[in-house]
């Protein structure tokens, strides 16, 4: 699915896209109205995100210019206007919502998937609850694979709970739902739906109380076991991902700030220019509307009233009193840490650890030690729990204690490393002898920690293993979106590849020349160059000829793939891609070169 972005803050849209595209969306981005009129006229979009104060148009005139020319995809109209006649103007215009900026991110993007959810075109994503898995595309439910035989409105009614988790449906709200716009039968109908749909799950291999009857409520999923657990888990993720947003953002916000830092001195001096006065008014509206998604609500609140004061001429003495005054307040605030959590340093870890114990009195201090180093976590205490997890969020790694002579440890191994051959596994186990070692490195074991294990020591390793598959390969990535190779940067980073990213086709041979890459990243839609020229000029020069090409693409048509195949491409993925499915086959394809280079040197 393809959203617009049209916001003259380009920073704040680029980490923003970021978020989008880690959740699957293609997205671009446009900081003036014209361009964003362009970019409808030249693709279909599911969705456009429309900022109201533009460079050089209002916001709401381009929402209506989008109306009257018959689009009818969702508009979200974010901005930092918060009043009721904007909100009235910019929802009679044809705007299907409205934020208010500063927005919290992941608010924001669960709206963006409700507007998506909407469109009846919409690419619904496939539900997961326990070992179930719903398709809306396909209309299909399955448990563990096996295809579910259910009625049309057994499906829906498994979609309306799947959907719904923790809510209790009455039989009147059930038959709202699934009878909508048909004559809606009596009570005994759902009830029988109910017989039916709870026979079928049995059968598969489900608990006869998949679903659950709440005595003179009505019906629900059986609660989960840990909930708990799960929210912390849950909460624990979305602060790591504002973390993740600051590292980003922050330099750019302390720019900002040095600009109004410089107009305090030049008030301070009486120096204070039209040119200054507008940067910093521009610095101010900003920050005032990025800050509070960062952990800084106060700092958007300040950085309001500074916007609010600069519209003014700044004669009055108390007006420039008040302004360096707010300007050091705001200055003050950015010192602090928005998190409990130190904040990365680095440019986004983006490391995620799945840590399987059947009896875990050290993980929460594996956990702890992990996120302080920025890795995100989750906990599973069974291997149902693990499956869940894998399926719904593919980790960079796992950590998996094995107790001899638990053969069922050593099943999951097995079946987890022929599932993803090239995720990282570290086992910590005790007393494992010679024979135990053996057993696990055939299941599929990377590496083997004796137990007790320092935390520290444990999250070391898992670094370092993953660093070690990428073993300082170089990736050149070549594609002219740059909100694309902000997010590919981001992603592919933890595993120790030397990535350098390039915009435009004309200084590729210059920059493949210089930086000698072992693999090559090609977008096929590009300006002047296309990916497929590209990799027809390599496969026509003796030196890169055998250069392994990976094409990363929005094109999923047979045709193209085809084309590219037949010119020289070692591997097609569709865009958008998890990094690290790409990361995977980046080291598949990397491994595969150095064994045929072997076998020609042998």
């Known amino acids: 699915m393809r959203i617009l972005l049209i916001d003259d803050d380009e920073e704040l849209m680029e980490i923003l896209a970021s978020k989008l595209v880690e959740q699957h969306y293609a997205v671009d981005i446009a900081n003036t109205g014209e361009m964003g009129w362009e970019f409808i006229l030249l693709f ?11 460079p050089d148009i209002d916001g709401i005139a381009l929402c209506q210019q989008i109306r009257a020319e018959s689009y009818e995809m969702p508009i979200m109209l974010l901005t930092a206007r918060n009043c009721h006649s904007d909100k009235v103007r910019g929802l009679d215009a044809g705007a299907d919502d409205y934020v208010v900026k500063p927005f919290n991110f992941e608010e924001l993007t669960a709206r963006i998937r409700a507007l998506l959810r909407r469109e009846i075109h919409a690419a619904s994503p496939i539900l997961h609850w326990q070992k179930l898995s719903l398709d809306p595309k396909t209309h299909e439910v399955k448990h563990q694979n096996q295809l579910l035989p259910l009625t049309p409105k057994e499906y829906a009614l498994m979609e309306l709970l799947m959907r719904h988790p923790q809510q209790v449906f009455s039989p009147s709200a059930i038959i709202d739902s699934i009878w909508a716009g048909e004559d809606p039968p009596g009570e ?10 709870r026979q079928k799950l049995q059968a598969a291999g489900m608990t006869k109380d998949t679903i659950k009857t709440v005595y003179g409520v009505g019906y629900r999923l059986k609660p989960l076991t840990d909930t708990n657990l799960k929210q912390d888990r849950q909460k624990t993720n979305n602060s790591q991902k504002i973390a993740d947003s600051w590292s980003q953002f922050r330099d750019v916000a302390l720019q900002r700030l040095a600009i109004l830092e410089k107009l305090a001195i030049a008030l301070a001096e009486n120096k204070v220019t039209q040119k200054l006065q507008t940067e910093a008014k521009s610095s101010a509206h900003k920050l005032a509307g990025s800050l509070g998604g960062f952990g800084f609500p106060q700092g958007s609140k300040i950085a309001k009233q500074i916007e609010n004061s600069l519209e003014n001429d700044l004669c009055d003495p108390s007006d420039v009193k008040q302004i360096r ?3 050091i307040s705001l200055s003050d605030e950015l010192q602090h840490q928005p998190f409990e959590e130190k904040v990365k340093e680095a440019l986004g870890n983006n490391i995620s650890l799945l840590i399987i114990d059947h009896d875990p009195p050290h993980t929460p201090q594996l956990a702890t030690e992990a996120r302080i180093r920025g890795i995100t976590t989750y906990t599973a205490l069974n291997f149902n729990e693990a499956r869940e997890i894998i399926a719904q969020q593919l980790p960079t790694a796992v950590v998996q204690t094995i107790v001899f002579p638990d053969g069922k440890d050593l099943i999951f191994l097995e079946q987890l490393h022929q599932q993803m051959p090239q995720l990282p596994i570290v086992i910590i186990t005790e007393d494992a002898q010679l024979s135990d070692r053996l057993e696990i490195v055939r299941k599929g074991g990377n590496l083997i920690l004796q137990s007790p294990v320092e935390p520290s020591t444990v999250i070391s390793s898992v670094t370092e293993l993953i660093q070690n598959q990428g073993a300082a390969a170089k990736v ?7 909100q694309v190779l902000l997010s590919l940067e981001i992603g592919l980073k933890p595993w120790g590849f030397q990535l350098t990213t390039l915009e435009s086709p004309q200084q590729f041979w210059q920059v493949l020349e210089k930086v000698e890459p ?13 990916g497929i020229e590209l990799c027809q000029l390599l496969r026509c020069d003796r030196r890169w000829q055998k250069l392994p090409v990976l094409f990363l693409t929005v094109h999923q048509d047979e045709k193209t793939q085809h084309q590219a195949f037949a010119i020289g491409a070692d591997d097609y993925i569709c865009k958008p891609v998890v990094a690290g499915e790409l990361a995977n086959r980046i080291i598949n394809r990397l491994q595969r070169s150095r064994f045929l280079k072997s076998e020609v040197t042998s």
């Open 518 to 530: 072992d693999l090559l990243v090609l977008d096929i839609e590009m300006p002047e160059i296309n």
């Open 188 to 197: 005994e109908a759902v009830r029988t739906h109910i017989k039916g749909l």
């Open 325 to 327: 005054k707010l300007i």
């Open 44 to 54: 279909n979009y599911d969705l456009v995100v429309l900022d109201l104060m533009l």
């Open 476 to 482: 050149l990535i070549l594609d002219d979106d740059p």
